[in-house]
């Protein structure tokens, strides 16, 4: 991919440890990728796990699933369809499918979500 890794704006908005094992235990993570049509989640995705395992510019309507090895730890990329302000996404399907992408994540994983803006849209205007 092209674009520079600093010209997207990842946030982490949430975390949510499933279950807590015994110390020194490095639980299985889930990573949701979530944001608007276009943020670059896809492609976000396929630099965490360093493969080109999401099409990028290309609409997804179904939760897409990859696994990686990351340090000896399993990961799990969900990639979501994104929503539209501009009625370019089915609100229904989009708000249904983020609604089971936590369900992809493997039994006992660390679940977070990560928002995907891209860098100079409106929304940065606003935060
Ligand atoms: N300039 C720039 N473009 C990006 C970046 N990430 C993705 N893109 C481009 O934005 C478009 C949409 O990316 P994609 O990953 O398909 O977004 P998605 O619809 O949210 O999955 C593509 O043309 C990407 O090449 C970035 O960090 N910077
Ligand atoms: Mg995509």
Redo the contacts with the bound molecule.
Sequence with gaps: ????????LTIHIHSKAITSGPVGFKPALGLI?L????????????MILDKEE???????TRCSVSHVEVSGRPVTVV?TP?WSLFGLANPKQVRMEISRSPSLCPVRSKVSFVL?V??GSHFLNLI
């Design positions: 991919m092209k674009q520079s890794k600093k010209e997207l990728l944001g608007r049509r276009k943020s670059g989640k896809s492609s976000a995705g396929n999401f099409q990028v510019d290309k609409k997804t990639d994104g995907a891209p860098v």
